[in-house]
């Protein structure tokens, strides 16, 4: 039940902040332009994935060094992935909730660290917190841009019909009130 409840908690905190970073972009004025096409999400993804796994599979000597490489390789993911201040700043605030939510957790018995070595936690904890909320801004981002897309695709369809219609109902008006329509030219016109 606690295992469900958790995993489940989980992928809806990914989706929330998936979702905030395109709003945060709206809200400050600036658009997030900077390589927006899926492979680059992809690769983002990848190169978190590899983030994630080298926290757990690469011996260092000790905590220090490996929280200093992960903090690199999540800047180094943040330069070449996002590059705004709003990704950085939002990435810094997730990493900080989720390391005290992550802290509040274990100090009440609810997860268990086999070595804490930072108040409660893994001393790394913060630096991939940081590059998977970088991460699910990116995954965000592209679709709050393919959703903006669709928006305008359904708007340009329906302003179609309505021309369509319009354009009918004059035909039809025509036909009735003279026999036959004008020839001069394309009757049912588009005028987008």
């Given at each position: 039940?606690?295992?469900?409840?958790?995993?489940?908690?989980?992928?809806?905190?990914?989706?929330?902040?998936?979702l905030l970073y395109p709003c945060i972009d709206r809200h400050l004025g600036e658009p997030h332009k900077f390589k927006r096409e899926w492979s680059s999400v992809?690769?983002?993804?990848?190169?978190?994935v590899g983030i994630n796994h080298a926290s757990a599979k690469v011996d260092f000597d000790n905590n220090i060094q490996l929280s200093l490489t992960l903090a690199a390789l999540s800047i180094g993911l943040w330069w070449t992935f996002d590059r705004s201040r709003s990704?950085?700043?939002?990435?810094?605030?997730?990493?900080?909730?989720?390391?005290l939510v992550t802290q509040l957790l274990v100090y009440n018995g609810v997860y268990q660290y086999t070595s804490p070595d930072f108040l409660y936690v893994r001393s790394w904890l913060p630096c991939i917190f940081f590059a998977g909320g970088i991460t699910m801004g990116?995954?965000?981002?592209q679709l709050a841009m393919i959703l903006l897309e669709v928006?305008?695709?359904i708007r340009r369809v329906y302003q179609h019909q309505i021309v369509l219609s319009l354009n009918?109902?004059?035909?039809?008006?025509?036909?009735?009130?003279?026999?036959?329509?004008?020839s001069s030219g394309n009757v049912c016109s588009t005028k987008l």
């Open positions: 039940m606690c295992g469900c409840f958790s995993i489940n908690t989980y992928y809806t905190v990914q989706a929330v902040i998936g992809m690769r983002c993804v990848a190169v978190f990704g950085f700043g939002l990435g810094i605030g997730i990493a900080f909730l989720a390391t990116n995954i965000g981002r928006k305008v695709i009918l109902e004059e035909y039809i008006e025509l036909k009735s009130s003279h026999g036959t329509p004008r």
